[in-house]
């Protein structure tokens, strides 16, 4: 009765929290953020970016969650730590430690063959894919560790190259746990401000994302503005959970 009752107080207090950021942002407000330029701008760049970012994220992860998931090897548990920290670490401490890398350390010579990370498009892909990857790799892990070596054995004893066993056996097998990561690795660029902002910056109509234009909206008193943003993030990482929530029950049936 006790844990029942704990369970309706936190279900409650959940509710009101993202009911009240709904309710409490004006209607108008909805009707005419399509036509703001800023936000057109915020949008199309976050979509771009965190696309990029999430196909880098689960392009690298894959091959690094599969060799976790199937190899044992010396330091193992130390490598595993390191790609986990970008999700115990505060966003900023990853942000100063990336500005730090392609600034005084990198920078330089990044810009004499003409690359330019910091306070651009290309430091805001990175920070996402930085602060993403572990996400990507904790579910693709779990993914392949879910899978039956045997069913892999028996592909090699029929004569399949390692390759065509990952690619005929182990992905499709894995496919919901894939989807499942991959829904997971784009929401979590989504949401990404921290590291993005001590790496490129909270520049408007630059390196502005959602996020940012929240930031930046607060910043200067345009709170309907800015909450209106916040609900349109709001109902995208609902609609992404109930997907990843769908994909993950499934795979594990």
Same mark, same amino acid.
């Given at each position: ?23 409490? &942002? ?13 936000? $057109? ?8 970016? !965190? ?13 690094? &969650?599969?060799?976790?998931? $199937? ?35 990198? &920078? $330089?010579?990044?810009?004499?063959? &003409? ?29 392949? +560790? ?17 390759? +065509?066993?990952?690619? $005929?056996? /182990? ?20 949401? +990404? ?15 502005? /994302? ?11 008193? +345009? ?12 109902? !995208?990482?609902?609609?992404?959970? !109930? ?11």
């Amino acid at each position: 009765m006790l844990f029942w009752l704990i369970f309706g107080v936190v279900i409650a207090f959940f509710s009101l929290v993202f009911i009240g950021l709904i309710l409490y &942002g004006a209607q108008d407000s909805y009707w005419t953020l399509f036509q703001n330029s800023e936000f $057109r701008f915020a949008l199309e760049f976050t979509l771009k970016t !965190t696309c990029i970012a999430t196909a880098v994220a689960v392009g690298t992860a894959m091959p690094c &969650g599969y060799i976790l998931a $199937r190899y044992v090897f010396p330091g193992k548990v130390i490598l595993d730590t390191l790609l986990d920290l970008p999700l115990i670490l505060p966003p900023l401490v990853s942000g100063m430690a990336l500005l730090i890398l392609f600034g005084p350390i990198l &920078g $330089r010579n990044l810009a004499k063959i &003409g690359i330019n990370i910091v306070f651009s498009a290309w430091g805001v892909i990175i920070a996402q894919w930085f602060v993403a990857f572990p996400f990507a790799v904790r579910t693709f892990k779990e993914g392949f +560790e879910a899978i039956d070596l045997r069913y892999e054995k028996i592909a090699r004893t029929l004569g399949c190259t390692p390759a +065509e066993v990952f690619k $005929r056996v /182990t992905l499709p097998m894995a496919r919901r746990g894939i989807g499942a990561g991959v829904a997971m690795t784009w929401a979590r660029t989504l949401g +990404e401000f921290g590291a993005t902002a001590m790496l490129a910056g909270v520049t408007r109509m630059k390196t502005e /994302t959602l996020s940012a234009a929240i930031f930046l909206n607060m910043s200067i008193g +345009e709170i309907r503005f800015a909450l209106a943003i916040a609900i349109v993030l709001f109902l !995208t990482a609902m609609l992404v959970l !109930t997907a990843f929530k769908i994909l993950t029950r499934q795979e594990k049936r």
